[in-house]
């Protein structure tokens, strides 16, 4: 049995028109979402010294306000060394800049990823000389669609819930004069799958 939610909703309760896509629906014998359909970009990770020494310091400082895990230097400037992660760089937007999707994988003492690879996600870009997280996303991998959403590409994210089961979340560009929410990546559809054995 296939679950899907709609997340999004405008101010009238409404899913917007933009979010409203029958394809999205459309799955996979294993019931996960068809990205063949969807379309995808295939992106390789890259190597963790070539990230940005502000863009770098910005996370650590990012993710300390949230967990605050322990042996971390206060300031954050000390735990570079510290500071594991994998990332991918790509315009999700078409507007010639680079966006940064991040998945920590430790900070200090603290493992930011279970034993699945579940864990946040955060996709940073740079304004006006400052960097803003513009997603927070949650699991264990995730595919850059060639679906845009006010002009922004989908991210499509796998999170597992046990050896046989999970669930993926499309993720859209909210748009605030539509929605009333902050423009950023949010949850729209999620959908449950059960490997069949």
Known sequence: ???????????????????????????????TFNVDLIGYF?????????????????????????YNPDNCDNTGDNNEDVFDFLYKK????SDEET??????????DLYMRGASGNGKILIVQSSRGKWN????????????????????YDVLVNFHSSANSGSETIY????????????????VIAKWYRFKR
């Open 42 to 66: 295939d992106i390789e990770d890259e190597d963790i010294s070539t990230l940005p020494s502000d863009l770098k310091t910005y996370l650590i400082n990012e993710i300390q306000s949230v």
């Open 133 to 152: 997280t513009i997603g927070y996303l949650n699991g264990n991998g995730y595919t850059i669609t060639k679906r845009k959403t006010n002009n922004y």
């Open 1 to 31: 049995m296939v679950v899907s939610f709609i997340y999004i909703r405008n101010q009238n309760n409404q899913i917007p028109e933009e979010f409203n896509n029958s394809n999205l629906f459309d799955v996979n014998d294993d019931e």
């Open 99 to 108: 966006e940064y999707i991040i998945m920590p994988i430790q900070l200090c």
């Open 90 to 93: 790509f315009d999700l937007n």
């Open 172 to 187: 859209k560009w909210t748009d605030e004069s539509k929605t009333g929410i902050k423009a950023q990546y949010e949850p």
